[in-house]
Structure formats: structure tokens, C-alpha cells
């Protein structure tokens, strides 16, 4: 990703500070150096934003009003007529609103690229919580081979274990926005069983309870699981009760991508809402949805047995991404079974013919594939392998067509599938269209429920692949589309789902809303402006409309240029103990 460093304005000579501003209803613009009188002094202000209209996140209605900021923090939120500034950007016609936060992010491994993370500050974006079932420690000396095996260009060497010490790690190479994390809890299920399918005795569990009580320690804010993952579909629910209550000892809550989001969502909602009351901690549900189109129209009676379940006196929220295609790796539509000992025994598997054809067999007629209508619900936008890029960006039912043309046979979309497995050392991935937007807009209008992306910043080589437009276009998606457009609730109403509501899930005190003593994370946009342009069909394409991105007092985009600084940090859960 090309960074630009923004060169600024030169300090005027005279004239007051406002009279250098622009016209009202121009692009925020940005200057250093405000005029001084001739007896020097020092500014009131490290940065002046001036003449916006404020949303603070709290849902309140906008007010006109400046904002200053000194060191890392909000000082000022009124009026700050004559009052001086060492840098200011004017805001005539833009909203100033705290930083967006990203509740399930996955740019663990791209900040570690490209710590500027482009694609997420062209949205807002000042704050992403990520580790969703899997976090990037603690693991093992097997785990970190098995990264290190499959590491993409640019991707250090993985030589941390523990989630302090991967925090540590990233706070010396930098990160243009701050960062908190779940612990999942695949991790130490992993560490101690492998990914094999059996239940920890006594022994083992005590492990697993005290490798979560240390990541909590060093700073996790949660506990998070992915049960539809190998080998997270091996836990049962008492297993993961027991990591729950470890949780709850350093205040943290449940994070959950829970068992089922189709036929049976009942009954995975009942083990969510159980896993919480008995670990005595909030559950959060990451992207809330309804799949398969036969169960098109049930969000409404979701959303009523959530809200039924919060009326007993659970505290409940969600995260959604405003889109109806899901995306994951491809090995989705793989039967559990088939990928038990990691993907280099599943590997291995297809070797056999026999139990090819079993597995074949079993993706072809299984409840998943037949939910988001079989091969044509499937589009693989990512293949480890670039001798096999000529398939991205395709269709499964089209990828067979092409192999078929090519061989003189018939090739079956699943044999397909198979194919592209054995292309690389790592899944291919794909994006699954299975939801309604009807059901989207029912999630998405909950009170209870804020914005998470379920998707990494795209850096490096990724550009060059498939991807899906929540990367690109989440939040400026809901800015423009479902609030300006469609007007499917207020502005205010969206960024306080996107901020104080996001940030009192995961615990952040001092982020969140735009008032005196709170860090400065804070974004500017234009809401007649805001837009997502990322498609399914050309997908790398950064959202318009955001001109300001400030992230701990210091500018990361100006004027709508990428300025090159990296001030984020590691925000450590309640139960940190210290280095």
C-alpha cells in the first residue's frame, strides 16, 4: 500500500485564524501555524478543529461547536473563538464524530504489512477489536511453524507466544490505529489437544483454564470462540463454561460466531445465552444473521428471542456487517471430519480415492451447500496458489465449467473444490451468498447492535486477489447507504452504534464519545459525501467522504491524504496485570 505524506500548509503571516478558514459547506482542510500576535506565545491548543457540527456518540443531536485537542486528548468541546491552535482544520459542513470502532476486525496479520491499514481509515475507523475464536497468542511451537508455513509476503517471522508478547510486538513496529483483543478460545484447546476431536480430561482442562487467565492478564478484553472452525466445532459447551468463568474473574465478557446461524439458530442461541448466564458475563454475537434461504424472514423472531432472553435480565448485544454474503475460507463446505489434524492431513485425506469421493460426495448433498443454492452461492475471491488465479473472482459452478473446458471431462463444482484444496498449503477463500437483506435490515436496526466488519485491512499482496467489500466499505456503507439513502435510522443514531455502543462492549472508558478528557480519536466526514464504492466484482476501491482521521491526538489522514503517522496502541483489557 503506497503511502503519501501529506505536506502542510505553511504558517500564514497575518489575519485572524478564522478569517484564513474556507467557505462554509468546502472540504475540511487542514493548516499548521495559526497567526499569533507579535508578543509569541504558546498555543492554546495542539490541534483546533473548527466550525463542525458535532455528534458526539452518545445519540444526542448534533450541535455546531470546535473541538481542541491537546497532547492525546479532547480538552475542548464548545466554542473556541480566540483561542490559538498549532494546527487546525476547519470542518465547515462536516461531521465530527468520536473514531469509529471496528468490534470484529481481522487485521491482526495485515498491520504487521502495512500498519497504515488503509482501507480501514478511509471509513473512520480508529479502533479495531479482533481474535475472532483464534487470537494471535498465546499459541505453541507448533502453531507458529504452521503460521510461519503459510505466512503471506511481508509477514515477519512469528516468533511470539504469548498474547503479551505479540502486543509487545506490535506496539514496536507501530499501527496506525489502536488495537484490543479477544482471546480465543481455540487457542489453548489447540495448545493442549491439538486439533483433534475429544474432550480435555480433568488435567488438561486446568491447562486450558490457565493459559485464558494469563492472556486475560496480559490484556485481553474476552473471551472469544468460532464454533463452526475446526477445532472449535470439537468443544462442547461445558468446555467452554469453564474458560468463561475464568473470564469473568478479570471482567471480561463472551464474544461469540456461534454454533449454527441457519436451521438450528435456536438452539445455538440457547448455548450462547447459556455459556454467558452460567460464566456470569455479557454476550456479545458477532455478526448476527440468519442463513440459507429457506430461512429467509426469521431475523424478526431472532431478534424476539434475544430481546426475551435481555427481558430476563442477560445483558446481550451484537455486531453486524451491512452486506448479505458471508465470507471464510472455503473449506466452509468441507465436512468436519475431513479436516481433523489440520489442513495437511486433510491434505493427505484427498489422496484416497475412496475417501475423495466421500467427501465429494458429502459436500455435494450436505445442508450448507444446499442453503446458499449449491455452487452458484459460491464465489472464490482468494487462491494460495497463483498458478490457479485464473479461478478467482468466479464462481464454483463457473470454475468447473472452466476445468471441464479445459480437461475434455465433466468436472463436478465439489471435485472443483477439491482441486483448489490441493492447490496450496492453505485454504482458498470464499465469499457465500446466503442472507436476505430484509433480515439485514432487521439486525441491523437493533438498538443493541454496532458495526463489525468480520474482515482485515487489504494490504500487500492481498490487492492483487479478491475481496470481500466489507473490507473497503463497512462503515461508510452504513454512513451513506442505510442512513442518508435509505434512511433506515439517524445519523446520530449510527455513530453512536458505531462508537459509545462499540466501545462499552469491550470495556474502552476513555474512546467512544466526543467529550472533555477523553483520548482523541476522532473522525470527520461529509454526510452528503460518504459512500462505500467497493463491489463483489471489483472490490478494491477505498470508501469517499472522509477527510480527517485523528487517532490519540495525531493526524492520520489530513485533507484526505494518508499522513504516514502511526500513533495507534494496544488497548489492554481490564484484567492486565502489567508487564
Known amino acids: 500500500m503506497t503511502k503519501t505524506v501529506l505536506l502542510l500548509f505553511t504558517a500564514l503571516a497575518c489575519g485572524e485564524a478564522r478569517s484564513s478558514l474556507p467557505a462554509r459547506g468546502s472540504s475540511a482542510t487542514a493548516s499548521i501555524g495559526e497567526a499569533a500576535p507579535a508578543e509569541a506565545r504558546a498555543a492554546d491548543f495542539d490541534i483546533a478543529i473548527r466550525n463542525g457540527i458535532v455528534i458526539d456518540g452518545t445519540g444526542a443531536p448534533r450541535v455546531r461547536g470546535d473541538v481542541g485537542i491537546k497532547g492525546d486528548t479532547i480538552v475542548v468541546v464548545g466554542d473556541l473563538a480566540g483561542r490559538t491552535a498549532k494546527t487546525t482544520i476547519d470542518a465547515t459542513g462536516q461531521i465530527v464524530a468520536p473514531g469509529l470502532i471496528d468490534l470484529l476486525g481481522v487485521s491482526e496479520g495485515a498491520v504487521l504489512i502495512d500498519p497504515s491499514l488503509e482501507s480501514k481509515v478511509r471509513q473512520g475507523v480508529t479502533t479495531e477489536v479482533t481474535g475472532e475464536g483464534r487470537s494471535p497468542g498465546p499459541i505453541d511451537d507448533a502453531m507458529a511453524a504452521e503460521m510461519n508455513r503459510t505466512r503471506p509476503a511481508g509477514f515477519p517471522e512469528v516468533r511470539w507466544r504469548s498474547l503479551a508478547e505479540y502486543m509487545t510486538f506490535l506496539e514496536s513496529r507501530g499501527t496506525a490505529i489502536n488495537f484490543a483483543f479477544y482471546v480465543g478460545a481455540t487457542n489453548p484447546r489447540e495448545i493442549v489437544l491439538g486439533r483433534n476431536d475429544r474432550d480435555p480430561n480433568a488435567e488438561e482442562m486446568r491447562r486450558m483454564e490457565s493459559i485464558v487467565d494469563q492472556a486475560m492478564r496480559d490484556g485481553a478484553v474476552g473471551l472469544s470462540t468460532a464454533l463452526i472452525y475446526v477445532p472449535a466445532v ?7 463454561i469453564r474458560l468463561a468463568k475464568v473470564v469473568a ?8 460466531h456461534m454454533r449454527n446461524e441457519a436451521d438450528t439458530i435456536n438452539s445455538a442461541l440457547d448455548e450462547a445465552f447459556r455459556i454467558a448466564r452460567e460464566g456470569g458475563m455479557p454476550l456479545n454475537i ?3 444473521k440468519i442463513g440459507g434461504r429457506k430461512n429467509w424472514g426469521r431475523m424478526p423472531a431472532v431478534v424476539a428471542k434475544i430481546e426475551r432472553e435481555k427481558a430476563r435480565g442477560l445483558d446481550i448485544a451484537a455486531n453486524v ?3 448479505t454474503a458471508t465470507s471464510t475460507g472455503l473449506t466452509a ?3 468436519a471430519w475431513a479436516l481433523e489434524g489440520g489442513y495437511d492431513q486433510f491434505l493427505e485425506r484427498l489422496s484416497k480415492q475412496d475417501v475423495r469421493a466421500r467427501i465429494a460426495s458429502e459436500i455435494a448433498t450436505s445442508g450448507f451447500y444446499s442453503r446458499i443454492g449449491g455452487a452458484e452461492g459460491i464465489l472464490v475471491r482468494r487462491i494460495p496458489n497463483p498458478a490457479f488465479q485464473q479461478y478467482e473472482r468466479k464462481r464454483l459452478n463457473e470454475i468447473a465449467a472452466l476445468m471441464t473446458e479445459n480437461e475434455k471431462k465433466t468436472i463436478s463444482p465439489a471435485e472443483a473444490a477439491l482441486r483448489l484444496f490441493e492447490a496450496g498449503n492453505a485454504t482458498p477463500i470464499a465469499i457465500y451468498f446466503s442472507m436476505s437483506e430484509g433480515d439485514v435490515r432487521v439486525a441491523l436496526s437493533q438498538k ?6 468480520d474482515s482485515g485491512a487489504v494490504v500487500g499482496e492481498m490487492k492483487k486477489s479478491g475481496a470481500h467489500p466489507r473490507a473497503f466499505g463497512t462503515f461508510s456503507r452504513v454512513l451513506g447507504h442505510y442512513v442518508r439513502d435509505e434512511k433506515l435510522f439517524t445519523l446520530e443514531e449510527a455513530v453512536r452504534k458505531m462508537t459509545s455502543l462499540a466501545a462499552s462492549r469491550v470495556a474502552i472508558k476513555d474512546r467512544g464519545t466526543l467529550k472533555e478528557g477523553m483520548k482523541a480519536d476522532i473522525v470527520i466526514f461529509d454526510a452528503a459525501k460518504v459512500r462505500d464504492l467497493s463491489t463483489y466484482e471489483d472490490p478494491h476501491r477505498y470508501s469517499e467522504g472522509v477527510s480527517n482521521v485523528v487517532v490519540n491526538g495525531t493526524p492520520i489522514i489530513l485533507s484526505g491524504r494518508l499522513t504516514g503517522k502511526l500513533p495507534g496502541r494496544v488497548l489492554r483489557g481490564k484484567g492486565y496485570r502489567g508487564k
Do not use: C
Open 234 to 240: 470439537y468443544a462442547e459447551t461445558g468446555e467452554l
Open 249 to 256: 474473574r478479570h471482567g471480561g465478557s463472551y464474544f461469540t
Open 286 to 288: 458477532f455478526h448476527l
Open 321 to 323: 456487517y451491512p452486506y
Open 333 to 335: 463446505i468441507v465436512p
Open 448 to 453: 443493541w447492535v454496532s458495526l463489525g466488519s
